[in-house]
């Protein structure tokens, strides 16, 4: 199949626009079982009525494991947001109600969060064997009740089409706490702008009711599994830092 040039590309795939449908093509090195799991997640989200890309199938091409899905044409918040930049806590206020949207759904079908958080964090290489025990210990003793997850939700995921907000990549959903998955996207904005991280936290305690306090009980934890992540624009040792601020030793 001639695909042409990608429209984008991740870290884990190429994506490409073809005869009006989207091409999600994985990296070589990834798990035969990498499509599959994304696609059954995005269905899972999509079954549930929330606003996600139609997924049509799931197929090899050109070698590769691909999954093709509905075209959703539009822009990202994120590109919005830095040509407005006035406009943060508008574009943020309107994520914040599709998250606190997807926070509402108990998710059955699904992987649970800890052991996605414990698998990563079990293959953190740069974690120690001692450290990993702690963040592992830590994760076990909290307790909470299971909503669908994003696990990678930020302005960027978000594409404004003619008619709704549409939520892309949900390869790292799961079955979780709520207050990990607002830590998750609090890190990722941190990651860039601290300001906008904490704008975001404040609009999302102020909607919910939840504490800053309960959310950053997920700090060490989160930032310990994004260490088995492969980002080059991330920095380890802002994350060992997170990290080593809860740590007791």
Same mark, same amino acid.
Not at 22 to 33: Q, R, S, V, W
């Given at each position: ?219 060490? $934890? ?19 830092? $997170? ?7």
């Amino acid at each position: 199949m001639e695909l042409g040039n990608p429209i984008a590309k991740g870290n884990t795939a190429a994506i490409y626009l073809h005869d009006n449908k989207i091409i999600k093509m994985f990296n070589d090195y990834l798990p035969e079982t990498e499509s599959f799991n994304e696609a059954n997640k995005q269905k899972h989200a999509y079954s549930c009525g929330l606003p996600v890309p139609e997924i049509y199938r799931v197929a090899k091409i050109n070698g590769k494991q691909a999954i093709m899905m509905e075209y959703v044409k539009g822009r990202t918040l994120g590109d919005l947001l830095f040509e407005n930049r006035d406009q943060a806590e508008y574009y943020l206020d309107l994520s914040i109600d599709i998250q606190q949207k997807i926070h509402r759904v108990i998710p059955d079908t699904i992987e649970p969060m800890y052991d996605k958080l414990s698998r990563q964090i079990a293959t953190a290489a740069k974690l120690e064997t001692r450290q990993k025990s702690y963040l592992l210990k830590k994760l076990e003793s909290i307790t909470y009740e299971n909503r669908l997850c994003h696990g990678d939700f930020h302005l960027f995921n978000l594409i404004q089409s003619d008619k709704k907000i549409v939520v892309i990549d949900w390869v790292d959903s799961s079955a979780g706490d709520i207050r990990a998955d607002i830590y998750r996207t609090y890190l990722l904005y941190s990651q860039r702008s601290l300001e906008l991280a904490e704008l975001y936290l404040r609009l999302y305690c102020e909607k919910s009711g939840l504490l800053r306090a309960d959310i950053f009980q997920w700090a060490p $934890i989160i930032a310990g599994a994004r260490l088995s992540e492969t980002v080059s624009s991330e920095n380890a040792e802002r994350l060992m830092e $997170i990290i080593n601020h809860d740590y007791p030793f």
